[in-house]
C-alpha cells in the first residue's frame, strides 16, 4: 500500500502534467497540498518529460516563473494607483483598491449569485457563469466560490445556505440518471477524464462514497475532491452532447 507521501507525490505529479502552466500557488489551491511540498516534490521530478508541452518539468518551471514575473507585473500596474513628483518623474505607487470595498463587492456578489440560485435551482455552473458572462460579469470559479463561500450563511441566512448545499449536490448527479447504462461505457471513454476523475467518479457513482470520504481516502480536501469532479462532470456532459449530436 502506498504511503500517504508517496500518494501526495503522484497527485502533484499528475496534476502538473495535466494542467503545466498552472502556478505553485494554483496547484496549491486546487489540490490544497501546502506549496511548499508541491515545490519539493516537483524539484525531485524536475527532469520527468511533459509530452503535451515537448519539456521537462524543470524547463516548464522554469517558463512558469517568467510568465508569472510578467503577470505580477501588469497585477500591480492594474491594482496601484502611480506617485509622480512635482517634475512628472516616477517615485512609487500606492493601493488604489480599498482593502474595504473590496470586502464589500465580495460580499454583494455572493448576494447576487445566490440569489440568482435560488430563484433558478435548475442552472448549472456553467448556465450561471454564462448568464453573467454575458454582463461580463463572473466566471465559473468565481461563480461557484461564491455559492460555496463560508460567508453564505451570514449573508443569506443559515437556511438559504444549506438550501445552496443541498441544490448543489443534487444538480451534479441529476443528468447522470438520464444516461442509460449502456452509453456510460461509451460516455466515460469519450469524456478523456484523467486518472483521479476516472476514480472519483466511480467512487461516487457505482459506490456512493461520501466527499468526504473519497477526500480522506486521496489526502485532499472536500473543496479540492468537488473541483475535481466538477470538471469530470463537465467533461461527461460534453461527451453526451457529442453522441446526441451524431445520432
Known amino acids: 500500500m502506498l504511503k ?68 505580477g507585473g501588469l497585477n500591480s500596474f492594474k491594482n496601484n ?3 509622480k513628483d512635482e517634475n512628472g518623474k516616477f517615485v512609487g505607487s500606492t493601493k488604489s483598491v480599498n482593502p474595504g470595498d473590496k470586502e464589500e463587492e465580495k460580499l454583494n456578489d455572493i448576494k447576487l449569485i445566490c440569489t440568482f440560485y435560488l430563484e ?28 460555496t463561500n463560508s460567508r453564505v450563511a451570514n449573508v443569506m441566512g443559515k437556511e438559504a445556505a444549506k438550501k445552496i ?18 452509453e456510460i461505457g461509451i460516455i466515460l471513454e469519450l469524456a478523456n477524464l484523467t486518472d483521479i476523475e476516472k476514480e472519483i467518479i466511480s467512487l461516487r457513482i457505482e459506490n456512493n462514497i461520501s466527499l468526504e470520504k473519497i477526500g480522506e481516502l486521496f489526502s485532499l480536501s472536500k473543496t479540492s475532491i468537488i473541483k475535481i469532479e466538477n470538471r469530470a462532470l463537465d467533461k461527461i456532459i460534453n461527451a453526451k452532447k457529442e453522441i446526441n449530436n451524431v445520432k
Open 120 to 147: 433558478n435551482p435548475t442552472f448549472t455552473i456553467k448556465e450561471i457563469s454564462n448568464y453573467f458572462c454575458d454582463l461580463n460579469m463572473y466566471t465559473e470559479d468565481y461563480v461557484y466560490d461564491c455559492l
Open 81 to 83: 494607483d502611480v506617485i
Open 4 to 71: 500517504e507521501s508517496q500518494i501526495k507525490e503522484e497527485i502533484i505529479i499528475k496534476f502538473f502534467m495535466e494542467n503545466p502552466t498552472f502556478f505553485i500557488s494554483e496547484i496549491s489551491r486546487e489540490i490544497s497540498i501546502p506549496k511548499s511540498t508541491i515545490q519539493r516534490y516537483l524539484k525531485k521530478n524536475e527532469n520527468l518529460l511533459i509530452e503535451s508541452e515537448n519539456r521537462t518539468i524543470k524547463e516548464q518551471l522554469a517558463i512558469n516563473k517568467n510568465t508569472g514575473k510578467v503577470k
Open 165 to 182: 448545499r443541498e441544490q448543489l449536490e443534487r444538480n451534479r448527479y441529476t443528468f447522470l440518471r438520464k444516461i442509460g447504462s449502456e
